[in-house]
Nanobody
């Protein structure tokens, strides 16, 4: 069974920075994409940023220029550097492993979520 463990959330003042990290553990062959999503109270979960195994990235318009996603394929980790944080960035942030394969020949793909980490931006 694959587990995703996030770390790095917390309380920060507006304009500050945080770095989130997520590590995937377990026995598997590959993960196609890894991403960060967030969910604020009363709102739907939304994409923040995603990165493919080849390094292609996609960001929500609201975080472009402020957040940077990176990935270490050898360590099965993904990080999110968040700069110039705003109160509207306050949410629970979730790591997601997308289209995971257990074996090289598997046709089946699986998605997994982390447990979430709270980010609060407030003065």
């Amino acid at each position: 069974q694959v587990q995703l463990v996030e770390s790095g959330g917390g309380l920060v003042q507006p304009g500050g920075s945080l770095r989130l990290s997520c590590a995937a553990s377990g026995s598997f062959f590959s993960i196609d994409a890894m991403g960060w999503y967030r969910q604020a109270p009363g709102k739907q979960r939304e994409l923040v940023a995603v990165i493919s195994s080849g390094g292609s990235t996609n960001y929500a318009d609201s975080v472009k220029g402020r957040f940077t996603i990176s990935r270490d394929n050898a360590k099965n980790t993904v990080s999110l550097q968040m700069n110039n944080l705003k109160p509207e960035d306050t949410a629970v942030y979730y790591c997601k492993a997308e289209r995971l394969r257990y074996q090289r020949w598997d046709r089946a793909r699986y998605d997994y979520w982390g447990q979430g980490t709270q980010v609060t931006v407030s003065s």
